[in-house]
DNA sequence: TCTCTCTTGTGAAAGCAATCACATACTCCT
DNA sequence: AGGAGTATGTGATTGCTTTCACAAGAGAGA
């Protein structure tokens, strides 16, 4: 049965779920069963079913899953039905990265405004987009109705940031800074540190 | 007492132990207690306990741990007391910022080998290194006793990327391209996906 | 229509992980 | 020197996650 309170684990997967049912839509796929989805991602099939059971019935007995029909309720599940409008705050390499990765809008956001702190940064223009000062940044999060950042300063300011962005209603930080950020109840938190990963690896070999 | 067999879960945590760790050094700390080190990451401290207790005891009672101590036996287990050589493989947007990344040689990597397949890139100089050809991965690799790689290729290109890999000994992978990719057993992947992240917290918005 | 095969959704069971709570031991202060 | 305060390391407990196993439903072919 539907919702009762689902454990964020799970919550974690779905967007795995998504992006492998995406890809099979591409390759022309109409039905998937559990076995098959488990077998992409490697995770049992036991597993998703259980975890999409969290939701609903999606599937079919006998058949599987219509590919396109879990997508969108997936979708639906993530509220990525839309496209959310993203804060980029950092604009160095990293942030260069992400400003020009187009991967973004298929899969529910858009980066629409972009800051720095360097004067000599800001008023050019990055994919399309022009800098802003971080001064203008609460004016500008509060106009715009941003609920989503992500964070590509350096360590010593990351923090800083985070206290502005959740000021500004900020409600969902994507953390680049190697650093643990703390936040009020209610805001969420990714952190992407690439040395934690790699250090997480280097144990087993 | 000492190492029967570590849940990957507490593998996991050890990076981000160490990384408070360092800046705790930097901060001129000398002792950090269970809670305090807790309190910085938002784990409890009976939680930090009982992961360190996987490894040997490495506090003092009524006292707490020496950060510097802790600091290198952390280095130790994770062996990351050296530098660790790395491949990256897409030197695109994400594989320049990587490139120019300069927080890996203090955690343990070290970026050494860059490669594409663009014939307008190959050559080039990136972070002080030349761009070579894909082609010559393997040799490349196998001659600098390359265990680690980063990926950060198209999807399109993902699994065939890791599948060279995979045979050049590398034992490690860190996968940017939004995709599941396969490899056989022994060889350790981790991925980092902004929309997944993103997606993971737009569930709660 | 009937049977065989396939796959879902889900209680029950098993397996893991986090927390609790306390014996032990160290420090600091008087 | 001794007592009060503090923090570790760990068995026991609680809580959470995954896997198991099967009833029930759907389709395909005879």
């Given at each position: ?5 689902v ?13 492998t ?43 599987g ?5 879990l997508s ?61 000062d ?51 109840p ?20």
């Amino acid at each position: 049965m539907p919702t009762d309170k689902v454990p964020d684990i799970v919550v974690g997967r779905l967007p795995l779920y998504l992006r492998t049912l995406n890809y099979l839509i591409e390759e022309g796929y109409e039905i998937v069963s559990s076995h098959e989805l488990g077998r992409r991602l490697g995770i049992s099939p036991a597993q998703i079913r259980k975890d999409l059971s969290h939701f609903g019935e999606f599937g079919k007995q006998g058949a599987g899953y219509d590919v396109k029909y879990l997508s969108s309720q997936l979708k639906h599940i993530l509220h990525v039905e839309g496209v959310w409008p993203v804060a980029l705050v950092g604009c160095g390499a990293l942030g260069h990265a992400l400003a020009n990765y187009n991967g973004f809008v298929t899969k529910g956001f858009e980066i629409t405004l972009i800051f720095d702190n360097d004067p000599a940064k800001i008023g050019q223009v990055v994919a399309g987009k022009v800098i802003h000062d971080v001064a203008d940044m609460p004016r500008l999060i509060c106009e715009h109705g941003i609920r989503i950042a992500i964070v590509a300063v350096p360590s010593s300011a990351a923090q800083a940031t985070v206290d502005v962005l959740v000021r500004c209603q900020v409600r969902a930080i994507l953390n680049y800074a190697p650093i643990n950020i703390s936040v009020p109840p209610g805001v969420q938190v990714q952190n992407i540190d690439p040395a934690v990963h790699l250090q997480r690896m280097t144990y087993y070999l």
